[in-house]
């Protein structure tokens, strides 16, 4: 059964910083890419970062490039995604996802998804 399970979510003021992390389970973690995308109320689910299975070649969003890290530790199955300098803008529900491709920038790439966490920037 494949799991993907979000924490690190909540509310902070602008110019914080949150880590997101994903702890996924039932397939074999290193051989799949693995991305973040959120959605914002009314809005679709956009793409903001992805990472290589060997966790050697990253990939962002312009809105996140410079602001957002995205790292893996196949160790500990486990994606996550640095976020500094929030912005309110930044305000969605982030969800991981785990694609059979090396990487993709595409949500329609992207096999399995997690349930979605809220992260809410005041300002």
């Known amino acids: 059964q494949v799991q993907l399970v979000e924490s690190g979510g909540g509310l902070v003021q602008a110019g914080g910083s949150l880590r997101l992390s994903c702890v996924a389970s039932?397939?074999?973690?290193?051989?799949?890419?693995m991305g973040w995308f959120r959605q914002a109320p009314g809005k679709e689910r956009d793409f903001v970062a992805a990472?290589?299975?060997?966790?050697?070649?990253?990939y962002y969003a312009d809105s996140a490039r410079g602001r957002f890290t995205i790292s893996r530790d196949n160790f500990k199955t486990t994606v996550y995604l640095q976020m500094n300098s929030l912005k309110p803008e930044d305000t969605a529900v982030y969800y991981c996802?785990?694609?059979?491709?090396?990487?993709?920038?595409?949500?329609?790439?992207?096999?399995?998804w997690g349930q979605g966490i809220q992260v809410t920037v005041s300002s």
């Open positions: 996802a785990a694609s059979g491709k090396f990487y993709s920038r595409n949500r329609g790439d992207y096999d399995y």
């Open positions: 039932g397939f074999t973690f290193r051989s799949y890419g």
């Open positions: 990472v290589t299975g060997n966790g050697v070649s990253t």
